[in-house]
């Protein structure tokens, strides 16, 4: 018979069969297996009985290793667990009871915490050590298992720490070898993860990354064949799938290993494109004659990848309900069986319908003993492993160890895993659940599930417009065809426009390549006081029908320049990276935020643009409304050259105002890019005009004009004052409206990092808030405080980190930032560093080397042991410079945070809810960010701004910024006629 013709109810009668078997063997065995595992039998109850309170638990434990000392331990106990009816699983609730009063002292509720979380660990961790480990895999031997060895702490925040691991690896082979007997022949059997070799591990620049993680992936190969071990390419996240399986087949392709079959990859079937991705492996295993082992996982990482997708607004990638995921899991091990004969099949599941299914299907398809193995997860599911020894299947336990601390993360994710809602151990062990309900086929779930209800269309309902995917090929390609497009026109030259007309002029700017100041990527006209007079005189006589345009007429127009500028996403942002110097990433979200700006100020003026009636009183109306206040002024900066020119210039429009653009002089030709999206969307002539131009002279001209009702400016903390002197200085006796002035301006910003915090999360999104885009934000972190008790190893892995990322070209997508915008900039950051080497110490200061031949490069520096009222601590840079200041305890680190004139972003990374509450409430920042990086805003999300010397005004990208665009006038009319009013009035 073949193999694809098998009947199905032939299948399932089989599968039905050896799942009942399997049951049968474990509830021969639950009884005293249940005795005999305590510990077990209590993280299920407890993780089963209080969701609220499991989370707590879960966070408790995550932050344990990173405390140091008794009474840290004791403090955070009471800070998660501040009231004693709550259901702690009994280890912990003696914890608790030993930090009160009553009870023992502080060293011996910390001792006992200790001893219940290490023993909570060592259900799920093999032991802290490769001796520790190699008693559990003694037993394993003993009970004839095989087993898979893992390293614990794969999270690596610098190239150190990477190199570090893959010795670590290295030496666990070894170990392995020298530790284990004969008896164990040929299976030593270690997995990694491939993120873990290379700590710029990034799908945007797959060729940096192979290039990075090859030749440490090589060694752990080559020392795996001296002791005849076997190595397992784990499956991380979705986004470093294609890469890892580009570098599995590139080093596979290695003449060492082209003969060796003693190494395999993993396949998620929660991935909603595991069934393309398997026959791809498939095909390429058959035309490469390769023999290797793929092990079918569900997959471990589902809250990772939903909430990532969603806050990127990408398509899910994963299968949203169980039952799709299992039967998923069915077809594709169907499909590992039918190709047994290039493909090895390791079926890791606690699922006995899975595992079931898949042992029927081996035996349906002639499967040779040998080609099948069942995995399980250390700590987790015994009595199924049992169950399959005893049934005469190959049983391999995926088995970790490490120390605590980089263990945590493991840890907790079993534990969930555990106990989820649609865990099968809990719902056949914990819940109970009827057998027959256990082995019914997921298919027969999924046609039993009601269809969702669809959902009635909402009209131009706000949804944030997603950063593009670089981890996927054809958004690569598109961008590289744009930069190509980009390059092919340098030099262009690119008028002002007035009143939709184009105006050349004698004298011209020059736009140069920051990464390349030998090339010009756009030639532009340079105003006159004439042109910005013809500017003004143009804004003034279109704002008059603009005013009137009903909201909805206004809104359309920028919906349509929207959907414009997406279509132009790429172009747009390969332009960015020429002319200011931005990665692939920042310039791709530079796009995406201005097309926000667009979408959502349209959508807000929809919402407040008719007038609303305040209060209802009998034989009176009253409306409260808004009206446009005329002509508006947008100085953009360089440094969001689109997003930010964009949001001034939609929310003037959107509030029924005229607009003036004044690009920054670095960055002209975007401003034009910008303005040719709005005359191809037909706005009507004037209502916004194009005046690129010298900044000083040609910006105080026009901010002193009669015409101009209010200036929306970012920039330096200098220019957005004396705009606000200029503005101030005006004589008003001529019957306008005073000028209003909108200001952004600088930061110099504080990330706080306390003793409790996840330094692998702090560290890295601390150097991408620092040094992202060469530090030219004026929202990144210049400042890090970082509490006495973690401060050196903080410092050491930060420094290390910085070291580890690369500066080069921005059309590079390998570079984490490029260069500075011009040579002062480049001079301002060496100045700051030649005072800092006075005021603290320097330890870190790299050299940009070559790349300062030719463009405006600057290499990063990390300061230490920095006064927090020292200048470098105190002055805005915008550059590649950090400060990282010790603090004693969290008021102190709050206290240096607020010492400074500006407000504008503020953060801490900490695990401690009291010290997170305490910067909830007292630090001095328009954006506070908790447990992640401080730049970033999304509009709406994170309306952005700030106060003191940050700006003036309300937050862009929130619901109160245009409302600063207009007037608001109330109208009140007295109804009543002859004592006459309409009934509804009375």
């Given amino acids: 018979m073949e193999k694809n013709s098998l009947s199905e109810d032939r299948l399932e009668t089989i599968t039905q069969s050896i799942g009942w078997r399997i049951f049968s063997e474990i509830d021969e065995r639950s009884t005293s297996f249940w005795e005999a595992a305590w510990w077990e039998k209590q993280i299920m109850e407890w993780c089963m009985a209080d969701a609220g309170v499991k989370l707590q638990v879960l966070r408790f434990i995550d932050a344990f290793p990173s405390l140091k000392s008794d009474a840290e331990i004791v403090r955070l106990m009471k800070e998660y667990f501040p009231h004693p009816q709550h259901r702690l699983p009994l280890p912990l609730r003696i914890g608790e009871k030993m930090i009160t009063p009553a009870m023992l002292t502080p ?42 060895m893992d390293l614990l702490g794969e999270a690596v925040a610098n190239e150190k720490e990477a190199e570090q691991y893959a010795q670590a690896y290295i030496d666990m082979l070894q170990g392995l070898r020298g530790g284990l007997d004969e008896e164990f022949g040929d299976e030593i059997n270690v997995s990694l993860k491939l993120s873990s070799l290379y700590s710029q591990f990034d799908p945007i620049h797959p060729e940096e990354t192979i290039k990075g993680v090859y030749g440490r992936l090589k060694r752990i190969l080559l020392a795996a064949d001296e002791v005849g071990g076997f190595v397992n390419i784990d499956t991380e996240q979705f986004a470093y799938r294609d890469s890892s399986w580009e570098i599995f087949k590139r080093v596979a392709g290695e003449k060492e290993f082209v003969n060796s079959n003693r190494f395999g990859i993993v396949i998620q079937s929660y991935l909603k494109d595991s069934g393309e991705f398997l026959a791809s492996v ?35 990638p994963v299968f949203t309900s169980k039952c799709e995921t299992d039967a998923q899991f069915e077809k594709l091990s169907r499909t590992l069986l039918l190709n047994s004969e290039v493909a090895r099949t390791a079926i890791a599941s606690h699922n006995v319908r899975s595992i079931a299914r898949a042992a029927a299907q081996a035996r349906e398809y002639q499967v040779p003993e040998e080609r099948i193995e069942f995995q399980v997860l250390y700590g987790m599911g015994d009595l199924i492993k049992t169950a399959l020894v005893n049934l005469g299947y190959d049983v391999r336990v995926y088995t970790p160890y490490g120390e605590l601390l980089p263990g945590m993360a493991y840890l907790v994710r079993r534990i969930l895993e555990n106990t989820s809602n649609e865990s099968f151990l809990r719902r056949s062990f914990g819940e109970h659940v009827p057998k027959e309900k256990l082995l019914a086929p997921p298919d027969k779930e999924i046609k039993d599930r009601p269809k969702p209800k669809a959902q009635a269309e909402e009209k131009e309902q706000f949804a944030n417009c997603p950063l593009s995917d670089f981890s996927r090929e054809e958004n690569r390609e598109a961008m590289r065809s744009a930069l190509a497009k980009a390059r092919g026109h340098f030099g262009g030259r690119y008028p002002a426009v007035i009143g939709s007309k184009k105006f050349d002029t004698g004298e011209v700017l020059a736009s140069v390549n920051p990464s390349d100041f030998r090339e010009t990527v756009g030639v532009v006209a340079k105003s006159d006081k004439a042109m910005a007079d013809k500017a003004v005189e143009a804004a003034v006589k279109a704002s008059r029908d603009w005013r009137v345009a009903s909201p909805e007429r206004r809104a359309g127009f920028l919906f349509h320049c929207a959907r414009i500028m997406r279509e132009r996403r790429m172009d747009l942002a390969a332009w960015m990276v020429y002319e200011v110097g931005k990665n692939w990433g920042e310039a791709d979200a530079d796009v995406a935020e201005a097309v926000d700006f667009l979408n959502y100020y349209a959508t807000e003026i929809t919402r407040m643009g008719k007038p609303r009636k305040t209060e209802s009183i009998p034989g009176e109306d009253n409306f409260y409304g808004y009206r446009p206040r005329g002509v508006g002024l947008a100085i953009a900066p360089w440094n969001f050259p ?57 910006g105080d001209y026009l901010v002193r004009q009669a015409g101009i009702d209010f200036i929306a400016f970012t920039g330096s903390r200098e220019i957005g004052l004396r705009i606000r002197r200029l503005t101030s200085e005006e004589d008003q006796g001529n ?13 110099k910003n504080a990330v706080i990092v306390d003793g409790s915090a996840d330094l692998d999360d702090a560290v890295k999104a601390i150097i991408a808030s620092a040094f992202g885009y060469g530090g030219q934000k004026c929202s990144a972190a210049s400042r890090i405080i970082v509490l006495k008790e973690v401060y050196k190893n903080f410092l050491e892995r930060f420094v290390e980190g910085v070291k580890s990322v690369r500066v080069g070209q921005a059309d590079d997508p390998a570079s984490f930032y490029g260069p500075l915008i011009d040579v002062s900039a480049v001079d301002k950051v060496k100045k700051f560093i030649e005072i800092g080497e006075k005021e603290a110490d320097l330890v870190l200061g790299m050299d940009a080397g070559l790349l300062g031949d030719i463009g405006y490069f600057a290499g990063p520096a990390v300061f230490s042991e920095v006064d927090p009222n020292a200048v470098i601590a105190q002055e805005e840079i915008f550059g590649p410079v950090a400060s990282v200041i010790m603090a004693g305890n969290i008021q102190e680190a709050v206290k240096i945070a607020n010492n400074s004139r500006y407000a504008l972003t503020a953060g801490i990374f900490s695990r401690s809810p009291a010290n997170i509450e305490f910067a909830r409430r007292e630090l001095e920042a328009g954006n506070i960010y908790i447990n992640r990086g401080i730049t970033g805003a999304v509009v709406r999300r994170q309306p952005f701004g700030g106060f003191k010397m940050s700006g003036i005004g309300s937050k862009a990208g929130g619901p109160d910024y245009l409302k600063q665009f207009m007037f608001p006038v109330t109208v009140t009319e007295n109804i009543v006629r002859h004592g006459f009013a309409p009934l509804e009035d009375v």
């Fill in 642 to 698: 689109l997003a930010i020119l964009t949001g001034m210039t939609a929310g003037t429009l959107a509030a029924g105002n005229a607009a003036i653009m004044k690009p920054s002089r670095f960055s002209p030709v975007i401003g034009y890019k910008l303005m040719e999206i709005f005359l191809d969307a037909g706005l009507p002539d004037g209502v916004v005009n194009y005046l690129p131009g010298q900044g000083g002279e040609l």
């Fill in 735 to 747: 019957g306008g409206n005073i000028k209003s002035v909108i200001a952004e301006m600088g930061g």
């Fill in 282 to 316: 498939l095909d390429w295993l058959k035309e490469n004659e390769r023999d290797i082992t793929i092990r079918l996982v569900k997959g471990a990482y589902w809250d990772f990848e939903v909430i990532n997708a969603r806050q990127k607004g990408w398509p899910v």
């Fill in 107 to 148: 060293k011996a509720a910390a001792a006992a915490i200790r001893y219940s979380i290490k023993k909570i660990a060592l259900q799920f961790i093999s032991g802290a050590n490769i001796k520790e480990a190699m008693e559990v895999l003694k037993r394993f031997r003993d009970e004839g298992v095989l087993f898979t």
